[in-house]
């Protein structure tokens, strides 16, 4: 009982902690996307070596990588914050925030694929793993086409 009244009281200062904190600016939204895709490609390409042949197979760094990719995918759901559309470069085109929901959706797909990939790493097994691989392409291809300018 002790335990779940700690757990109850941090949870209720972290809640007004964020509450009280001012909002990010624009430009730090920006970075912080920027920074969670850069986190995205570093663990994606050595990943699409792998199932391309043209790097060693390694089961265990490939699923740290899918790990890390995961990770940052859910990361990405306050990366698209309203008014980061300015304040800095950004490939983010306006139709983001135009047509959210359709955003939204393709960002979800994304995280489930990402997430698929991460679990599809753990069974170790290659052709799983690579079609997990393919459906991520897939939603990354579907988002960039309408909401990133290339």
């Not at 859910?74 to 559309?85: I, P």
């Amino acid at each position: 009982m002790r335990k779940l009244i700690c757990l109850v009281a941090l949870s209720l200062i972290a809640v007004s902690a964020v509450a009280q904190a001012p909002a990010a600016k624009p430009e730090q939204v920006i970075a912080y996307r920027q920074s969670l895709f850069k986190t995205i490609v570093w663990n994606f390409m050595p990943m699409g070596a792998m199932v391309k042949g043209s790097k060693p197979w390694d089961a265990a760094e490939f699923k740290r990588r899918s790990i890390a990719v995961a990770f940052a995918a859910v990361q990405l759901d306050e990366a698209f914050a309203q008014g980061s559309d300015k304040g800095a470069v950004t490939d983010a085109l306006p139709a983001i925030w135009e047509q959210p929901d359709d955003f939204a959706a393709k960002l979800k797909a994304f995280q489930r694929t990402s997430n698929a990939l991460r679990m599809a790493a753990t069974t170790g097994d290659q052709e799983q793993i690579k079609a997990a691989f393919g459906e991520v392409r897939q939603t990354c291809g579907q988002c960039h086409e309408s909401y990133r300018a290339e």
